[in-house]
């Protein structure tokens, strides 16, 4: 079975400082992983998504994820938060293969709030 | 939200009322999906679609349904048999082939009077 899990239901951080929402997978077969961001009232905004390649992806906003596999985690991270990053944010994970191909697994969001 | 608009973007139900949301795509993508939204639970699946006439249950089926008579459209009923309908519903669309990446509209919220 996949799912998806974010550990911390919120992340509090200063702006300027460092910021990482963690997630962590299961899934059977490859992993394909995917960030999507939500502001008050609003639809998901696609961020990033590792499929193949580089475990360091870079997305939208100055965001970055990394995949560990190792690990089972895609950890997003951002050098330099911003007051105007304050959001719910989901991870998800779909996989290559099976009769669920194509859907995808959330995580139960991690809010997001950047104090000035 | 770009390319996937849904509607009304707040819906009000009277007890023992049928109602439908609407989703359209014009982004040419063949699979369609519907979830709903509750304040600490994230996104859960109902109901989603591979391809015209087709669809298949997601986790929370009962009390929804749903018609994918053409590629554009997936509109959902919130039925009467669904007794707790207050939620944000979310469509979101992809393309069948490539990395599964999922679009999302703005989103409508129910609310039952």
């Known amino acids: 079975a996949q799912s998806v899990a974010q550990p911390e239901d919120q992340v509090n951080v200063a702006e300027g400082n460092p910021l990482t929402v963690k997630c962590t997978y299961s899934?059977?077969?490859?992993?394909?992983l995917f960030w999507y961001v939500q502001y008050p009232n609003r639809g998901l905004q696609f961020l990033l998504k590792y499929i193949t390649g580089d475990n360091l992806v870079k997305g939208s906003y100055g965001f970055e994820a990394e995949f560990n596999k190792s690990q089972t985690s895609f950890h997003l991270k951002k050098p330099s938060a911003l007051v105007s990053d304050s959001a719910l944010y989901f991870c998800?994970?779909?996989?290559?293969?099976?009769?669920?191909?194509?859907?995808?697994?959330f995580g139960r969001g991690t809010q997001l709030t950047v104090w000035p | 939200d770009g390319g996937i608009t849904q509607s009304p973007k707040y819906l009000f139900r009277k007890e023992g009322q049928n109602v439908t949301l609407s989703c359209e795509q014009n982004l040419n993508h063949d699979a369609m999906y519907w979830y709903r939204q509750d304040p600490g639970q994230g996104l859960r699946l109902i109901y989603y679609s591979q391809i015209v006439n087709d669809f298949q249950k997601g986790d929370i089926a009962e009390g929804y349904s749903v018609s994918r008579e053409k590629k554009e459209s997936f509109p959902l009923t919130v039925t009467s048999a669904q007794k707790n309908p207050t939620a944000f519903y979310l469509c979101?669309?992809?393309?069948?082939?490539?990395?599964?990446?999922?679009?999302f509209g703005p989103g409508t919220r129910l609310l039952v009077l």
């Open positions: 998800a994970v779909r996989t290559d293969r099976g009769s669920t191909l194509g859907r995808l697994y």
């Open positions: 979101a669309s992809r393309e069948t082939s490539g990395d599964g990446t999922q679009y």
């Open positions: 899934v059977s077969g490859n992993p394909y």
